[in-house]
């Protein structure tokens, strides 16, 4: 993978916004004054264990307790969603009465003081609870490191750290809360989903991720829409689409405001039945949902077009990670300029996290259609991105790019991007990892991956180790 570019305090500000600003649905420009707030996600309790002795040879100051407590403390404010418990400190307190007292919690870290071989037992215990788990361990604090490979065990929801960057333990701690808030997730399928076998199970993903799957009719969200009072569809249009765009080219307004009416009916929606992803396999019919999903992701929220499960999924995770929205994109190859070509008519205005500025766009119709309305959002040169996509619930393909370009082909949807990749011949002749094949998965499947802003490489490979799924780099 690429090196992960961003920095410690850039990591911390995406993950605060990720759990505060970003999952309450709340904007930084004045868009939409009287837009509801989506319900905040709960507070994720992380119990704290220190392991080890402090001073003396090969194990921490003295004073590094109080100092760590101090730090988890400050970090506990900056995240707003994250509550430690415990401090207990193995050996002087049995592991067996700290297990006991961590089994209510919903995620696990461990601050190694001193460490030795014999630490094993007590390792296998802690992760033996079946939670996220984060292990952090300094240099000159013994050698225990020789074991982590063994007691990172395959199944174990392990992510372990060796070093002396104390803000690695933002990035750890903001991880963890990824996997208890999918578990607290709901994500409606509009017409049903579309993608992976397993994906596409409610009982599946439920039983692998925790997530609830919601499947709703088209007719549902149609008798939505007709209980919209329409001034309020008029003003929603008027004030976070028309006033805003650099141009408006196809759609005439009574289009624009229909869309509104869609976002307002599903917005309204989600905050009744607490969700926190939606799409819709009928989105380029009646209605056509691209300025919904767009808005819903520049909440903090996720829409997905064409009821690609695996993408909402994968969006769902990097919002919770990063704090970010994805492009869902049908990309082509240019080994000429060692690139993809990024495509799609549904794209965010605040790709960099909710509360960030608004991309210039222009409101289009859909390319493909021909109606519709859709977006022309111009992305910015120099930015670098993710692509990914979490396959059978199991496997994550990712790569890494850098924006080169943009363009307005007219065979192309409306949002278009070009990127730098490491090797678009590799990517050409083993697209989709070994894990997407045409026998069995459809041309949607295949194609679409979800693109981020950010170089977030070792943050999915961190995230593996927590939720147990492999990463595949695309194209290496």
Not at 7 to 21: P, Y
Not at 332 to 354: E, N, P, W
Request: net charge positive; hydrophobic share 40%; charged share 25%.
């Amino acid at each position: 993978m690429s090196n992960f570019t961003l920095t410690r305090r850039e990591f911390l500000g995406t993950a605060a916004i990720a759990g505060g600003v970003l999952m309450a649905g709340r904007l930084a420009e004045a868009d939409a004054a009287e837009e509801p707030e989506f319900p905040p996600m709960p507070t994720v309790k992380i119990h704290k264990i220190f392991i080890g002795r402090t001073g003396g040879y090969m194990a921490r100051p003295t004073d590094e307790i109080q100092k760590l407590n101090d730090y988890l403390a400050g970090l506990e404010k900056k995240l707003g969603n994250v509550q430690f418990l415990g401090g207990e400190i193995v050996p002087k307190v049995k592991v067996d009465e700290v297990v006991g007292r961590a089994a209510d919690a919903d995620a696990i870290l461990i601050i190694y003081l001193s460490a030795h071989g014999g630490d094993a037992p007590i390792i296998d215990k802690i992760v033996g609870l079946d939670k996220p788990t984060a292990l952090f361990f300094q240099p000159f604090g013994g050698h225990g490191w020789m074991y982590f490979r063994e007691w990172k065990k395959p199944g174990s929801k392990l992510l372990i750290m060796s070093t002396s960057d104390w803000s690695r333990l933002d990035e750890a701690v903001a991880l963890l809360r990824v996997p208890v808030w999918m578990k607290q997730s709901r994500i409606i399928a509009i017409g049903g989903p579309r993608g992976t076998k397993p994906a596409c199970d409610p009982a599946e993903v439920k039983r692998k991720l925790g997530t609830d799957l919601l499947i709703y009719k088209n007719d549902q969200i149609l008798e939505l829409m007709k209980a919209i009072d329409p001034k309020a569809a008029e003003a929603e249009a008027k004030q976070y689409w028309i006033k805003k765009a650099k141009k408006i080219i196809e759609p005439p307004r009574e289009e624009i405001v229909n869309s509104s009416r869609m976002y307002l009916a599903i917005r309204d929606l989600m905050i009744r039945e607490k969700v926190q992803a939606v799409t819709s396999s009928h989105c380029m019919g009646n209605p056509r949902g691209c300025l919904t999903f767009s808005k819903l992701c520049d909440l903090g929220r996720v829409g997905a077009c064409e009821g690609d499960i695996d993408s909402t999924i994968t969006m769902l995770m990097f919002a919770y990670a990063f704090g970010v929205p994805g492009f869902i994109t049908d990309p082509v190859v240019d080994v000429a300029k060692d690139a993809l070509i990024h495509f799609h008519c549904t794209s965010a205005t605040q790709m960099r996290g909710a509360g960030s500025k608004r991309l210039p766009f222009t409101i289009r119709d859909q390319t493909d259609t021909k109606g519709g309305v859709a977006l022309e959002v111009r992305y910015p040169i120099g930015q670098d991105v993710t692509c990914a996509k979490l396959i059978n619930l199991d496997a994550m393909l990712c790569s890494t790019g850098k924006i080169i370009g943009t363009s307005t082909d007219p065979n192309a949807c409306r949002t278009q991007f070009t990127t730098k990749v490491k090797n678009a011949q590799s990517m050409l002749m083993n697209w989709g990892g070994g894990v997407l094949n045409s026998k069995e998965h459809g041309t949607m499947t295949m194609l679409h991956r979800a693109v981020f802003f950010g170089d977030h490489s070792k943050g999915v490979e961190q995230l593996a180790n927590l939720m147990g799924f492999k990463v595949i780099e695309e194209g290496a």
